[in-house]
Structures are given as structure tokens and as C-alpha cells.
Nanobody, 130 residues
Framework: EVQLVESGGGLVQAGGSLRLSCVGSGFTFDDYAIGWFRQAPGKEREGVSCFRSLDGTTYYANSVKGRFTISSDNAKNTVYLRMNSLKPEDTAVYYC???????????????????????WGQGTQVTVSS
């Protein structure tokens, strides 16, 4: 059974940092791409970052570029999202998802940075206070 489990969310002040984790099981990590997404109250879900397991290539939405870093520990089937310089507008539920291919720089509403999204985690809440 394929599962993705996120953790690491919490309450942090503006300017602070958090590291989210996404642990996958039931599939071979190297065969897929993993993306991070977020959904703020009253807003559509948006793609944040994507990690291509095959070669470690990373991609970011413009809104987080330079502040967020995606990385992985394939031995632990885990993808991390390090979030620095957090802003109140980063407040959202953050999800990871498995997909077939990162879309590169295309984080439009349709592609959200990851093609072929098929499994999602349950999400972890990130709240940034001003």
C-alpha cells in the first residue's frame, strides 16, 4: 500500500524556519517525483516545490524561491522541505504528493509543478504569525 505521511508543521513567528518531512512507503522512491503543495484557507491549492528522485533536480515556485529548499534522504524514503524566512502568507496546510515527473518551472494552477499526481499525504498545518 502506497502511503505518504507529512510531519513537522507548527506555529512559528515571521522570519522563522520549519522543516517538513514527507515519508513514503509502499513504492520505490527513485521511480517517482515528489512534490510539496499548500492550501491556505479560502484559496486554491498551489504547488510549492518538486524533487526529481532520479537525479536530485529541484524546482520551486517563484513565491518560495530562495527561501525554501527541498531535499531527500532516499535511504529513508523521505523528502524534506526546509522553509526559511517564513511569512504570514506562507500559512497553509502543506501536503506532499507522489507523481511521475516534475514540470520544471511550470507551477501554474493546472500543473502545480508535478505531473501524474496519484497519492497524497494527509497534510501538516503551518501557521506563521506576524
Amino acid at each position: 500500500e502506497v502511503q505518504l505521511v507529512e510531519s513537522g508543521g507548527g506555529l512559528v513567528q515571521a522570519g522563522g524556519s520549519l522543516r517538513l518531512s514527507c515519508v513514503g512507503s509502499g513504492f520505490t522512491f527513485d521511480d517517482y517525483a515528489i512534490g510539496w503543495f499548500r492550501q491556505a484557507p479560502g484559496k486554491e491549492r498551489e504547488g510549492v516545490s518538486c524533487f526529481r528522485s532520479l537525479d536530485g533536480t529541484t524546482y520551486y515556485a517563484n513565491s518560495v524561491k530562495g527561501r525554501f529548499t527541498i531535499s531527500s534522504d532516499n535511504a529513508k524514503n523521505t523528502v524534506y522541505l526546509r522553509m526559511n524566512s517564513l511569512k504570514p502568507e506562507d500559512t497553509a496546510v502543506y501536503y506532499c504528493a507522489r507523481g511521475t515527473l516534475c514540470t520544471g518551472s511550470d507551477f501554474s494552477a493546472k500543473s502545480q509543478g508535478l505531473y501524474g499526481r496519484d497519492y497524497w499525504g494527509q497534510g501538516t498545518q503551518v501557521t506563521v504569525s506576524s
